[in-house]
């Protein structure tokens, strides 16, 4: 099929090169410059395990091409994907701007037949939204249809997760429309749920909104074992074996962040007060996930006595491991409460540490995590990235001020700590 996908950020580049990869011909779009001169030279402008492999092969095979221009993209293509960005707005409802603006300049283009897919998370009612300015610019109504394709898939593994979904939601009004889509994923051979687009608008949100609520159920019970000297780990285990609960996102830590949960969550908070409903419990959901981490610091400025003067080591900055996205990460949340009390910091991460200089450009980068533990009253692992799993804790510990660790992903355990000479903490017990 002829694919255009506009917006090349994680979820628009990943998505057109694994459709190109399926055998489509695709042209992505986006309206920065960098970005487009990159992605020609074969060079992925995001971090994203397998991608760079994928776009070379997908460009000499000569199934993806890139372009600054919708109106060409647009033309050439009987399916038209909106990637664009929903950053939330100043009162927290996700922005439309740029999903707004890119369908005008869609709707400027359509001269046949086209399936307008939106797949930017975007809140109930939005693809009703996107018709509209479609109809605004003249289309006609037998000429469009809107469909909602929202995107599950994860920074990180987003390859695997595009190839490997769980479901694959298509919402739509017109039964073609949604046919158009199931053809065009039909090679990876997952479960599709037709329904309609309000529906599908609010799987996304429903999902994400959940996902973050099991995390801040498990966050919430590691204050209680902490208070009650229990062990959250256990406590997670135990509950998660139950096949009615599950094992995953049940481990507790700093909390959620990156560029999807903390904007879903308030998004959906948001949606449902303008049509009437006060959702309280995603309220307490979001007041958890905030305390977590300051209660974190609160407890390391507590055990080193102040952290005026103090030399606090960061191993990890993206909000995750495998990305080099610091959306909403906890890295910076840390980093502006040490600052704030007086401390300095200096931090190593395998990939992001370019973002967070953006944000934070007078902090010490480090050049690998041995270096973030010289001289520093305190180390913090924030990320657990792969290359922190196997660190000589030993040797970390020999060239730090005061041997405190403070586990914020419950990665090393005690016996380990003890072992190296190291005074653990960690979360939630
Ligand atoms: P992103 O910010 O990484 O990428 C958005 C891209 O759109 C950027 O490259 C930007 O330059 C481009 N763009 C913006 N305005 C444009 C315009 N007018 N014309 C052309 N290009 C334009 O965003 P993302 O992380 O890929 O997320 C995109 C959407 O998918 C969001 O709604 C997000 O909530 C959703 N989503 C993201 C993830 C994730 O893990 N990142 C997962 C699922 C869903």
Not at 322 to 350: C, F, H, M, W
Request: negative net charge.
């Amino acid at each position: 099929m002829r694919v255009a996908v506009i917006g090349t950020g994680y979820v628009g580049l990943v998505t057109g090169v694994v459709l190109a990869e399926l055998g489509n011909q695709v042209i992505c779009v986006d309206n920065d410059p960098r970005k487009i001169d990159m992605l020609k030279k074969g060079i992925p402008p995001i971090y994203e395990p397998g991608i760079e492999e994928m776009l070379k092969k997908t460009l000499e095979d000569g199934y993806f091409q890139v372009s600054d221009n919708i109106g060409t993209a647009v033309e050439a293509s009987e399916i038209v994907f909106i990637a664009v960005g929903t950053p939330p707005g100043p009162d927290g409802t996700p922005d439309m701007t740029a999903v707004k603006a890119v369908a005008r300049e869609i709707g400027k283009a359509i001269n046949k037949y086209t399936v307008v897919v939106n797949k930017s998370t975007v809140p109930v009612g939005s693809g009703d939204v996107v018709g509209n300015i479609l109809r605004e610019q003249g289309v006609p109504d037998d000429k469009f249809d809107v469909v909602s394709n929202p995107e599950f898939l994860r920074e990180g593994s987003a390859i695997f997760d595009t190839l490997n979904p769980d479901r694959i939601v298509i919402g739509a009004k017109r039964r073609e429309a949604a046919v158009k889509l199931v053809e065009l994923y039909a090679p990876l051979e997952k479960p599709m749920i037709m329904t309609d687009l309000n529906s599908a608008e609010l799987i996304k949100y429903a999902s994400n909104a959940f996902l973050a609520t099991k995390i801040s159920f498990i966050n919430a019970m590691s204050r209680v074992c902490e208070a009650s000297g229990a062990n959250v780990a256990d406590v997670a285990k135990g509950m998660g074996l139950d096949k009615r609960i599950g094992d995953q996102f049940l481990q507790s830590g700093l909390g959620w962040g990156g560029s999807c949960f903390p904007k879903d969550v308030e998004g959906l908070v948001k949606s449902s007060e303008l049509l009437g409903y006060d959702f309280q419990m995603l309220k307490a959901v979001q007041e958890i996930n905030e305390t977590q981490t300051l209660h974190f610091v609160d407890r390391i400025e507590k055990r080193i006595g102040g952290l005026k003067g103090k030399t606090v080591g960061l191993l990890g900055l993206a909000f995750k491991p495998n990305t080099d996205d610091i959306r909403d990460a906890k890295s910076l949340v840390i980093i502006e409460e040490v600052i704030k009390r007086g401390g300095k910091v200096q931090a190593y991460d395998p990939v992001a540490a370019e973002n967070v200089k953006q944000v934070f450009p007078d902090i010490l980068y480090c050049e690998g995590p041995y270096e973030v533990a010289d001289r520093a009253d305190v180390l913090i692992l924030v990320t657990e990235w792969n290359e922190f799993k196997s660190l000589d804790l030993e040797r970390l510990a020999c060239s730090m001020n005061e041997k405190i660790l403070f586990d914020g992903r419950r990665l090393y355990g005690k016996a380990r700590a003890d072992k190296a000479g190291l005074e653990y903490h960690t979360i939630g017990s």
